[in-house]
């Protein structure tokens, strides 16, 4: 399960990978300095423009556009709605039942959501070490997701909302490493996860997939075309975990 990562800041990358002519006064979601996203955070995910499939020339393929990490059902009154539903990861498993994201999966709204980096957390020596997780050749990490649009009670404007689609990994040389036992979920859901991390090469064919080939996606991401560092919290932060 992946509730921490790190938005992709580099422009010039995001347009090399999706061929987007981004607009001159582009910036990445406001954050830290490394754009550290966490749930309710605003982060860019790239998709589809909803007049793709127009036929108009002066559409383009790809669009960025700002949505809330966290998935949010009609019915949600405020952004807490995804910390306590945890519903800013999707199982690939039960996405198509649970109605948080059944709409979304139904209705194929797929996306990228473009990452520097993915964090996991390592406790294999009995305290919490945060792993940081990247492409071994520094290229972007883009995760297959779904999004839903949202209208915020208090503003009654319509926002985005996205989650990122998550595989088992029990077997996985990396993410088999990372996470404690959950012994707050039932036991058929204390596996081992990982984010569904897509080729590049399959970044057209996800935003395009229909519904019934959306699991055509889901498989693990080879372990020899990640990078894994740890980065052990300072002792004054520790107090916060």
């Known amino acids: 399960m992946c509730s921490h990562y790190q938005a992709e800041k580099r422009r010039r990358q995001i347009e090399k990978r999706f061929g987007i002519t981004l607009p001159p006064n ?60 945890r ?34 957390p390592d406790w294999r020596t009995g305290e919490h070490v945060p792993t940081r997780f990247t ?43 990372m996470h404690k036992p959950d012994r707050t979920r039932p036991p058929d859901q204390q596996d081992k996860r990982m984010v569904v991390i897509l080729p590049s090469e399959l970044y057209e064919a996800w935003l395009d997939a229909p519904a019934e080939r959306s699991m055509d996606f889901v498989s693990q991401y080879p372990a020899e075309k990640l990078r894994m560092v740890g980065e052990p919290i300072p002792k004054a932060q520790m107090r916060l975990f």
Not at 50 to 60: I, Q, R, T
Not at 90 to 113: D, N, P, Q
Not at 156 to 161: C, M, P, S
């Open 135 to 177: 492409a071994a050749n520094d290229d972007t990490l883009g995760v297959a997701g779904i999004w839903a649009p949202w209208r915020n009670p208090a503003t009654r404007q319509e926002e985005l909302t996205f989650a990122m689609l998550t595989v088992n990994a029990d077997d996985h040389p990396m993410f088999s490493l």
């Open 26 to 85: 582009w910036e990445p979601p406001r954050g830290s300095i490394h754009l550290d996203i966490h749930p309710t955070y605003m982060a860019p995910i790239i998709r589809r423009p909803l007049e793709h499939s127009s036929g108009d020339d002066a559409v383009p393929d790809f669009e960025v556009v700002g949505g809330h990490f966290g998935m949010l059902a009609r019915f949600a009154k405020d952004l807490a709605y995804s910390t306590t539903y």
């Open 87 to 120: 519903t800013y990861n999707a199982r690939t498993e039960t996405v198509a039942e649970l109605r948080t994201f059944k709409e979304s999966w139904e209705r194929a709204r797929h996306c990228i959501v473009p990452c520097e980096a993915i964090y996991e």
